[in-house]
């Protein structure tokens, strides 16, 4: 049964520190996505990449955070320096896409890392 | 994208039908209806998806007004694990573009 994996699931630090998380796409999918959840503004999307290239990351602040793709398993968020406002739970989700256009495929999604900035 | 309205939150009885509104009124002709849903705890997981007939499968059925400015999710036979946040959002046909979340409605279901 493929699933996206996150790492860590949990995180609690202190503000100015970095935060890594780190997402493993289901096999196969050439599209990832990173979410960030809160109780304020929901769910919504800070970057994703398709074939390893960033397509949009529009959704992040850019002096702080950072996402890359070093390679097609592993997907990184990363923040530098942390804020207590940036505390959320980020998901990654994968998909597949056959083009630039067509029927919108399904994404699956990671079970989260819960992010806590003291 | 085309904007989605839905009810705050519904609440079921065990083993009733729940039907989960959602209204699209600026849905364009090339618009997907997806619904996804996210369980306590989980990230949103896909539940159905539709372009303009009725769609069944396993979770769930969607069903598409005729003029496809509202859709509606049914749950068959509402258990205790369908208790989550359900989403209905539209996608284009652009291929798999992120998706766009509104605050969906909050099932409760009651044993």
């Known amino acids: 049964d493929a699933r996206v994996t996150q790492t860590p699931r949990d995180k609690v630090t202190e503000m100015g520190q970095e935060v890594t998380m780190r997402c493993q796409p289901i096999?196969?999918?050439?599209?990832v996505f990173w979410y960030r959840q809160t109780m304020m503004q929901g769910l919504e999307l800070l970057a994703y990449f398709r074939n390893r290239a960033p397509l949009d990351d529009s959704g992040m602040p850019k002096d702080r955070f950072s996402a890359e793709m070093p390679d097609a398993t592993l997907a990184t968020l990363k923040i530098q320096p942390s804020e207590p406002r940036d505390s959320a739970v980020y998901f990654c989700a994968s998909g597949l896409a056959r083009g630039l256009a067509g029927r919108p495929d399904t994404q699956y999604f990671g079970p989260g890392t819960r992010l806590t900035v003291l | 994208d085309a904007k989605t309205t839905q009810p705050n939150s519904m609440e079921s009885n065990e083993e009733e039908p729940v039907h989960l509104p959602c209204n699209h009124s600026t849905i364009s002709g090339t618009d997907y209806i997806h619904w996804y849903r996210q369980l306590p705890s989980q990230g949103p997981e896909y539940v159905i998806h539709?372009?303009?007939s009725n769609v069944n499968n396993r979770m769930a059925s969607l069903a598409i007004a005729e003029d496809r400015k509202s859709s509606t999710l049914i749950l068959h036979r509402a258990t205790l694990r369908d208790a989550a946040v359900y989403y209905c959002i539209l996608r284009g046909n652009s291929g798999n573009t992120p998706l766009v979340f509104g605050k969906g409605t909050r099932l409760s279901v009651i044993a």
């Open positions: 539709g372009l303009t």
């Open positions: 096999l196969g999918h050439n599209t």
